[in-house]
């Protein structure tokens, strides 16, 4: 729990120093956002790792196969990138390309995630008379 407040008070020192840039050198702002995104992003990977001992912990009370805990934390893991992506790039004024960055991200999300839906949907049609 402490680890998110440390994060929330880099966000906002990151957004007060951002707003401080601004005012000098616009172009540099941007930059100063995508670096406090990064840093965030890099040290919340730190906590992957108990995300990963629950998922297990997860999938084996759920019965549900080893590969299944693989695709979701690429889900995961993918849904996140794609979703810093876009924001950076409106951060940096391309909504149009933080749009595009976003469809991407689901697109990809669901072409990974279909063999799993798939196979669930076996499962449940195997068990309904």
Same mark, same amino acid.
């Given at each position: 729990? +402490?680890?998110?407040?440390?994060? %929330?008070?880099?966000?906002?020192? /990151?957004? !007060?120093?951002?707003?401080?840039? &601004? =005012?000098?050198?616009?172009?540099? $702002?941007?930059? @100063? /956002? +995508? /670096? =406090?995104? @990064?840093?965030?992003?890099?040290? $919340?990977?730190?906590?992957?790792? +108990?995300? &990963?001992?629950?998922?297990? &912990?997860?999938? #084996?009370?759920?019965?549900? &196969?080893?590969?299944?805990?693989?695709?979701?934390?690429? !889900?995961?893991?993918?849904?996140?990138? $794609?979703?810093?992506?876009?924001?950076?790039?409106?951060?940096?004024?391309?909504?149009?390309?933080?749009?595009?960055? +976003?469809?991407?991200?689901?697109?990809? %999300?669901? !072409?990974? =995630? $279909?063999?799993?839906?798939?196979?669930?949907?076996?499962?449940?049609?195997?068990? #309904?008379?």
């Amino acid at each position: 729990m +402490t680890a998110f407040w440390q994060w %929330i008070g880099l966000a906002l020192a /990151a957004a !007060v120093l951002c707003m401080v840039v &601004r =005012a000098q050198q616009p172009q540099m $702002a941007g930059l @100063c /956002a +995508t /670096a =406090a995104g @990064c840093i965030l992003l890099l040290s $919340a990977l730190s906590h992957l790792d +108990t995300l &990963r001992q629950q998922l297990e &912990r997860l999938m #084996t009370l759920g019965g549900l &196969r080893e590969d299944y805990l693989s695709v979701l934390l690429k !889900v995961l893991g993918m849904s996140y990138a $794609a979703e810093l992506a876009a924001q950076t790039c409106s951060d940096l004024g391309e909504d149009g390309l933080a749009a595009k960055v +976003t469809l991407l991200g689901k697109l990809s %999300i669901f !072409v990974l =995630a $279909a063999p799993m839906l798939m196979s669930l949907l076996e499962m449940i049609l195997e068990l #309904t008379p």
